[in-house]
């Protein structure tokens, strides 16, 4: 049972950046493939990013290409979504989460954190 806990949402001014972070606990994090979804009010939550657990693979939403890095420290049981030119559209609560494989699909993940707002003013 994997446990994972966000931090480092806020509030920034379009243009400018945030680092996100999920910490994991409870078990083998690095066995883990790592996904970032977003959820914004009144919206379905959608994919961001993912991370195989051994960084060899990477994928990106056409919407976030170019500015959001995902990463991940598996010495440190953190991955880390890196969002620079943050844009008003990026607001939304974003949620890590592990799975045995790196899916499209949050119904493939099976374990999740429990969200932090980002909040992106124009």
């Known amino acids: 049972q994997v446990q994972l806990v966000e931090s480092g949402g806020g509030w920034v001014q379009a243009g400018g950046s945030l680092r996100l972070s999920c910490a994991a606990s409870g078990g083998t994090f690095s066995s883990y493939a790592m996904g970032w979804f977003r959820q914004a009010p009144g919206k379905e939550r959608q994919f961001v990013a993912a991370?195989?657990?051994?960084?060899?693979?990477?994928y990106y939403a056409d919407s976030v290409k170019g500015r959001f890095t995902i990463s991940r420290d598996n010495a440190k049981n953190t991955g880390y979504l890196q969002m620079n030119s943050l844009k008003p559209e990026d607001t939304a609560v974003y949620y890590c989460a592990a799975s045995d494989g790196i899916y499209y699909s949050d119904s493939k993940y099976d374990y999740w954190g429990q969200g932090t707002q980002v909040t992106v003013s124009s």
């Open positions: 991370i195989r657990w051994s960084g060899s693979s990477i």
